[in-house]
């Protein structure tokens, strides 16, 4: 399964963006559906992920109340509503999938990587 991430951008503190992640070659209808942040020198950290089985959602602290997680399992993606942006969200965000149902969120629970899009928020 390849994944393809785009949406990111530049966006004034305040404002929204919507990521969107489509998945090729393979269905993502029994995958858990993830995103991860990246800042320079920094780890990859957990955004959000979405299950498949109990379709649960899971945020991270950081994000939760301002980020929204979803799928379209005809359309075979995964998105992310970001609003409420903040400069400290500035980061190349990255889908990732896993097969079966995970609220793990290390990197190593997921065996397939988007490419990553950035996302820049100015102050």
């Known amino acids: 399964v390849q994944l393809q991430a785009s949406g990111g951008g530049l966006v004034q503190a305040g404002g929204s963006l919507r990521l969107s992640c489509v998945a090729t070659?393979?269905?993502?209808?029994?995958?858990?559906m993830a995103w991860f942040r990246q800042r320079p020198g920094e780890d990859r950290e957990f955004v959000a992920s979405?299950?498949?089985?109990?379709?649960?959602?899971n945020y991270g602290d950081s994000v939760k109340g301002r980020f929204s997680i979803s799928r379209d399992y005809h359309e075979n993606a995964v998105y992310l509503q970001m609003n409420k942006l903040k400069p400290e969200d500035t980061a190349v965000y990255y889908c990732?999938?896993?097969?079966?149902?995970?609220?793990?969120?290390?990197?190593?629970?997921?065996?397939?990587w988007g490419q990553g899009t950035q996302v820049t928020v100015s102050s």
């Open positions: 990732a999938a896993r097969l079966g149902s995970t609220r793990d969120r290390r990197t190593s629970a997921y065996n397939s």
């Open positions: 979405v299950s498949w089985w109990d379709r649960g959602n």
């Open positions: 070659g393979g269905s993502l209808s029994r995958s858990t």
